[in-house]
């Protein structure tokens, strides 16, 4: 990964222009070329290989797509990234802050620079189907063209592109998953049949992980591997690297190895050979034969299947199915973050603790916790200024000293073989401004806003966000970006299809067994930043009343750190709010304690205590 | 209008339903027929000669949309009308409740009781083409097809229709609209000059009228004609019945009479001329023209412009420009509301005040004051159960009494030549339950969250709802309607583009200047039903902090009529909310008891003084 000083591009933009303008790789020039942050499975986090929008600009945040035209070059962001985007692109690039009312859209922006009649390629393995649609009518409403360019143009000139990974799977049991992978593809055929869908083109990589109870590393962070999936109602293919077929244990877990019941035999063929056996599929079907297929998939394995046989779904029944958590899975959550909770924050500064040396002992701590794979993302340890770079992470040249007058962020999480975990808290080692301790206190009060809700059973998440606004509002303060995500059980830490966001998506209403980070923050530029995120479970509620019988829910904190009480301005919380935080710090020094107890971790434990005594 | 009793439609249908086979009317036969509520400018209030679904199924409500099938009848619309619907329609009818998890869509309901290769009708001069467009897709997906037919089957089988209104229009000075016509026009044709457009077809009928300065009275309470205009830059074609053309009113207000400069001359043309008008100035276009015409308008007028010319918008800039009143209006908007307001509360009733009475008196007080031109909708005026209908009206058949025992809830409104007004206020003339009075508690508490909420500048006001329902989901109550619409100026009493609701549309960022209602409410079907609505006014507002100078908003409310105290359990109520609730009984006091002392109304003056005094 690159560090927070720009990356020089003059050479590289010179030779990317230099592939749009010969007809090595285009038929005819381009005028722009778009190289989005994805995967073909329009991953998030992602390989290496992958990284094509960082090795073009320098920018390695996890959102952002960048255009090359002859005569500029842009990147578009959101607020999580304007400060690290700023410091990691040089002047060749234009910063496009996304959600600024004075912010050009891609398609404006194109509109406004190009010359007439321009085509603007991009690789339609990268670009979702959805994007593609938007950006195409876009631009050829304005007399422009989108042109798929097969060859992807940032791997012709990248000299020293990494190779896609091939990493060791493994299989899960059902102590884990709770549901045999064959019980999960009858349930999904169960959805099928009952929409009158014949065929499901399985994508997303966490999807393919969660449908067949395999985990592999091919991406940091995220336990997934790269393949595709094809089902249907008498037929399984999965897409994957021909030498894992070999491995006894994934041949062993899908069953290959002996004769099973046909329509639960799962064939499996080479990753590249997807789109052309999705082709083949689709010439076999009948007239009203639909295919279902994620509107946010690849433009190319959407166009693979003929329009009148395309079913596109916004998310799909496996993402829903994913997001709603079985029993054995909660119980999975739970554990993980009783793992995940078992350390201390770091000592009080020497001067000899670094966001680094602190980022690291909280991931050794973790590791020694039992079914422990590795970090859910890279940890954000964030002193002082650091802190208002949203998804800062600490590199040898930023690396800060904590200290007893600066504020200290830590937002860190693992993967365990049970579960996932994601947390957020801020911090002050010596005594906090008046300033730092308000604007925690609105963070604060945000949380518990979201945390205790109390809101009818079909709820959509981003209906809650402006609650945990309310108080920063209410000053003048705010923050640029959503308040939560949906977090997977051993898989991806950021996940759809709901979520609490001002942004609103096609986000499926609430329910219970759902999953959620809830995590406000407030960030200074130059100064500091806060937030505090738990992991929360949506759960049934039964207030006083129950309108229509619709039912209610809330959520209940599966993260059971302490709040630091000494952030806290007391007389800024309401009596409610006063109480919720005494309860969450009960149940933290129960649940944590009897934990840290049973490990014998005695100093952890004292402090545990200290930092959950009730507040008046 | 017809009454609460169901309307028999078995003749009707059978009728409907034969010249769906027949071939006077349609090619091939139809399947299906669709029914939509609104007429060509896709109104929400409508005349008579366009109350086509009221016709065929009995449900007068503002919203729901009505399909025949050969062997179906269903009816969808919103929570605000189950009751209603599902009195005044006979059991031929289904009510298709929206809104709730398991209400089919019209699509997927067609889909699932039409046979094979169905043909669906629709008048495309009432379907808007954004419905259109989605409807056909679903229907072609699943291999039936959407047919325009141009001859209206409901009017084909209505004897008695009536005729199309067309009545006298009034034009306004400076003095109401604080700018000229040909102000406004230049103001969007530098709009569309920014946006590359050479032409915009007005189509609203409230957006006609805000652009001309015109007045009519062609719909019960909207102040508005039946007129079309197209605008190019240099050319202005106003469509509408010619004999208006004659009037010389009209004449004089838009300079038809002398000579005027080219590009604001006005060229008065047929009501029915406008598609075939539209054609021809399409058949004009160069190559890179753009004609602008809101995706809401009618399919037929949107399919008048060749796709490649079409750029449809989901509101108009009159739209916008319409919702950021200027000084003038404000100021007409705030003298409206002194107006409205002029009045007290029946009383204390003797057995003789009824719903219907109640209402005529409010009106006749109204109708007494400056510049009362009628209502802005039909009072709501109802009595315990009756107040659970949201959109009741009180019929002979109906009417209940006011009385000691139960809620009453009044929601009403008048048009005056400065401004639009809506309140709804509910009392007790009696001892209100401690249920009704905790109910009604939460219900005030929603309504000064919204009204006292602060946000920042460019906040959508979808945002703010939940805030309205955050008191009622704690206690499990909630209610199935939005939570404001914009109000005009002397204009529709609901205009786009803002609102607060749930339901998120294509809403534009709040920005001062913009008047909306607040009005959450609790509906108890069969008991009682409880709403407070304030008209409020977006103004900026200097919180402690301004992050990254957004600035912040909040609102201003420009009703002012009390809020009956005895309905309030003020335990309930934080300090901030009393403080809310004192100062604004402290303006009410000032303001309504300054013009009330000065019109001599001293039994009404001593009833606000008593009904504004400061609760502990």
Known sequence: ???????????????????????????????????????????EYIAPCDCRREFICGFNGSAGTAIVTEQHAAMWTDGRYFLQASQQMDNNWTLMKMGLKETLSQE????????????????????????????????????????????????????????RPSTQLSALGLKYTGLRWQDKVMQLRAKMAERKISWFVVTALDEVAWLFNLRG?????????????????????????????????????????????????????????????????????????????????????????????????????????????????????????????????????KGTVTEISAADRAEELRSQQKDFVGLSFPTISSVGPNGAIIHYRPLPETNRTLSLTELYLIDSGAQYRDGTTDVTRTMHFGTPTDYEKECFTYV?????????????????????????????????????????????????????????????????????????????????????GIRLENVVLVVPTKPKYNYRNRGSLTFEPITLVPIQLKMIRSELLTQKERDWLND?????????????????????????????????
């Open 444 to 528: 604060l009060k945000g949380h518990i806003a979201v945390s205790a809700a109390v809101f009818p059973n079909g709820t959509k998440g981003h209906l809650l966000d402006s609650f945990a606004r309310a108080a920063l509002w209410d000053s003048g303060l705010d923050y640029l970006h959503g308040t939560g995500h949906g977090v997977g059980c051993f898989l991806n830490v950021h996940e759809g299809p709901c979520g609490i966001s001002y942004k609103t998506f096609a986000d499926e209403p609430l329910e219970a067994g759902m999953i959620l980070s809830d995590e406000p923050g407030y960030y200074e530029d130059g100064s500091f």
């Open 108 to 163: 404006d922006w194109l509109i406004s620079v190009l010359p007439e009649n321009s085509k603007v390629g991009v690789d339609p393995w990268i670009i979702a189907a959805d994007q593609w649609k938007t950006l195409a009518k876009a631009l050829s409403s304005a007399g422009h063209s989108l042109v798929a360019v097969q060859q992807n143009l940032i791997d012709a000139i990248w000299e020293d592109r990494p190779a």
């Open 1 to 43: 990964m690159s560090g927070m000083s720009p990356k020089i591009t003059v050479e590289l933009l010179r030779k990317l222009r230099q592939v749009m303008k010969g007809s090595k790789y285009v038929a005819e020039p381009i005028q722009a070329y778009i190289i989005p942050s994805g995967d073909a499975h329009q991953s």
């Open 584 to 616: 969450y710090h009960r149940k933290c020094q129960e649940i944590i304690g009897a934990e840290l107890e049973r490990q014998g971790r005695k100093e952890a434990l004292d402090w545990l205590i200290r930092e959950t005594q009730p507040i008046m």
């Open 217 to 349: 590393s091919d991406i940091e962070y995220n336990p997934v591997f790269f393949a595709y999936a094809i089902i249907g109602m008498n037929s399984i293919r999965l897409f994957l690297d021909e030498k894992r077929t070999a491995d006894p244990v994934v041949r062993d877990h899908l069953v290959l190895t002996e004769p099973s019941k046909a329509e639960l035999h799962v064939e499996c063929l080479p990753y590249q050979r997807v789109h052309d056996e999705l082709q083949a599929v689709c010439s076999t079907l009948g007239p009203k034969d639909k295919v279902w297929i994620c509107d946010k998939a690849s433009c190319a394995l959407t166009q693979a299947i003929p329009k009148m046989h395309r079913a596109p779904i916004p998310y799909t029944p496996l993402c829903l199915a994913k997001a709603v958590k079985n029993p054995t899975e909660i119980q999975g959550m739970r554990m993980a973050h009783v793992s995940s909770h078992m350390h201390t924050p770091p000592h009080i500064p």
